[in-house]
């Protein structure tokens, strides 16, 4: 079965601090991989997602993610943190476009 | 309309009732998808259409649940017999296919049953 692990429940960083957000996956193929972002009362946004070729793959809001398969593992990175960065975060696989397995989510408050 | 449009918002509802969500998609997209995202969880998979048919309905989590599309655009989410179990945000999202085109969710409908 496909399953998701985000270790981080809540992260706390400083504005121009970096960040990054770990997202341990399992599954019995070669995955489709999202990272998503929720803000309070606002709907899931995409923020990238990696199909095949380059394991680097760039997003929106200047965040990037590294898809490592030895280490199962597509963490979320950005090197500067904005406090409009402050929301939830989920990590999500899946064999296709829409039957993803989300994790658990990690929450970001951002201090100024 | 410009996003993907939830109706009820909010709704609270006795145990026992019977409840229906409305989702509204992005016109043009032929698919969509419901998940339920409970309190501290990650949104879960329920049922996904293509067209009007219901591609994928393995998420549904018992026949209490049911949903439909008749013309291929609103999809309606129905609960019947409603436990408090069934309290949670329902999302809907759409896309353009159900390939890999990128999925828009919508706000979400939050169900409280008391």
């Known amino acids: 079965a496909q399953s998701v692990t985000q270790p981080d429940i809540h992260i706390t960083v400083s504005e121009g601090a970096s960040l990054e957000l770990r997202c341990n996956y399992s599954?019995?193929?070669?995955?489709?991989l999202f990272w998503y972002v929720q803000s309070p009362g606002q709907g899931l946004q995409l923020l990238l997602k990696?199909?095949?070729?380059?394991?680097l793959v760039q997003g929106i809001k200047g965040f990037e993610a590294e898809f490592k398969r030895s280490q199962s593992s597509f963490n979320l990175r950005k090197p500067s943190v904005h406090w409009s960065d402050a929301a939830e975060y989920f990590c999500?696989?899946?064999?296709?476009?829409?039957?993803?397995?989300f994790g658990k989510g990690t929450l970001l408050t951002v201090n100024p | 309309g410009a996003g993907v449009s939830q109706t009820p918002s909010n709704k609270v509802t006795e145990k026992g009732k019977y409840v229906e969500l409305r989702c509204d998609p992005i016109?043009?997209?032929?698919?969509l998808y419901w998940y339920r995202q409970s309190l501290g969880q990650g949104p879960e998979f329920l049922i996904y259409?293509?067209?009007?048919?219901?591609?994928?309905d393995s998420g549904l989590p018992n026949d209490r649940f049911f949903a439909v599309r008749p013309e291929g655009s609103v999809s309606t989410l129905k609960i019947q017999r409603t436990e408090r179990g069934d309290s949670a945000v329902y999302l809907c999202?759409?896309?353009?296919?159900?390939?890999?085109?990128?999925?828009?969710f919508g706000e979400g409908s939050r169900l409280t049953v008391l």
């Open positions: 599954y019995g193929a070669t995955p489709y």
């Open positions: 259409f293509q067209g009007t048919g219901a591609a994928d």
């Open positions: 990696y199909f095949s070729g380059d394991t």
């Open positions: 999202a759409s896309s353009a296919s159900g390939g890999t085109g990128e999925l828009f």
């Open positions: 999500a696989v899946g064999g296709s476009n829409y039957k993803l397995t």
């Open positions: 016109s043009g997209h032929t698919a």
